[in-house]
């Protein structure tokens, strides 16, 4: 891995032009909110975003060609609208097909041998086929083609065609990509013209749910990258400050990656974490050695250090703008 001329570097990083005042309501609508300044990131992290990815899971074969965390970039995906429900269907439709059909259909042939007579079994199997089998059929057929004509077409694959991506944050190039419907480009710029602004609003229960949003600053974009949603809309402000900390210092090349378990697997092929992790012989298994019961003990110690600890959810302010 190269790091590219774009790539964001929070020691060399050339100043930004200041950014002119909101114009217009819609403007200051979209970017209204605590705006969280670019810092000389620390490690704190945030554990909330963690918690989904335990050991057991990273130890299995093909994990890394699963996580959409890698040490090229951060690139989640989520399910084009119609695609939990066909995955859902062609679920219940293959039950239908394999356990629930022929059940049925042995059921029904036993009416043959009491009152109902064997005409009667017949035509209940015939209607059984045709309002239960071939509806079921038709949803998962091609499901059962693909894994018929295709056999090493696995599940993952399948889920990549029913996802879109959602945004990418790329470590070696220093660019941040949102994405559209049909993976369409909306928009493509350099990390460092990101403003990252924590948006709240109160729900129906009278709670405040929060959006941390990166907002591009040149920009009148209707559209920004949702990075709050690695810690869900509740958590306590403390960790969007630690989540902003974390992707800071993955987009930063002069430091290491962040030190969490789903980017344990590329560190070593990440120049700057590779030579940190030689000069501090940190164990390239630290977090996939442990069960997950440890891991999760591990996750709540470091919450609670921070916490208690009064440890800075960030590092030191940068002023990345350049003087008037």
């Not at 009491?114 to 199997?125: E, L, N, S």
Request: with cysteine; net charge neutral; proline share 7%.
């Amino acid at each position: 891995m190269r790091y590219q001329p774009t790539a964001y570097n929070s020691q060399t990083f050339t100043p930004q032009p200041q950014p002119e005042k909101s114009r217009g309501l819609m403007e200051k609508m979209r970017k209204r909110g605590q705006v969280f300044p670019f810092s000389d990131a620390n490690n704190s992290i945030a554990t909330q975003a963690l918690s989904g990815l335990s050991p057991s899971m990273l130890n299995q074969e093909t994990i890394e060609d699963e996580l959409f965390w890698t040490h090229h970039q951060m690139q989640p995906s989520t399910f084009v609208f119609w695609a939990q429900i066909y995955i859902f269907f062609s679920v219940m439709a293959k039950a239908v097909l394999y356990f629930i059909y022929p059940l049925l259909c042995a059921l029904t042939l036993l009416m043959a041998f009491g009152d109902a007579g064997f005409y009667m079994a017949i035509q209940t199997v015939f209607s059984i086929t045709l309002y239960v089998a071939l509806p079921a059929g038709i949803i998962y057929s091609p499901v059962f083609f693909i894994n018929r004509f295709d056999p090493d077409f696995d599940g993952n694959k399948m889920e990549r065609l029913l996802t879109r991506k959602k945004y990418c944050l790329n470590r070696e190039t220093g660019m941040v990509t949102l994405y559209g419907a049909g993976n369409r480009k909306i928009f493509t710029h350099p990390f460092i013209e990101f403003d990252c602004i924590l948006a709240s609003n109160p729900n129906h229960q009278g709670l405040l749910s929060y959006r941390l949003m990166l907002v591009h600053r040149y920009s009148n974009y209707k559209h920004g990258v949702n990075i709050g949603s690695l810690v869900g809309v509740n958590a306590p402000v403390a960790e969007y400050h630690r989540l902003w900390n974390m992707i800071q210092q993955y987009m930063d090349v002069s430091k290491p990656l962040p030190d969490i378990p789903m980017l344990e697997p590329f560190r070593h092929l990440d120049p700057t974490t590779a030579e940190y992790d030689q000069q501090t012989d940190r164990d390239p298994h630290y977090w996939r050695q442990m069960s997950d019961e440890a891991f999760e003990a591990q996750l709540t110690k470091i919450a609670k250090a921070q916490e208690q600890n009064n440890i800075p959810p960030t590092g030191p302010e940068l002023d990345i703008f350049a003087k008037a």
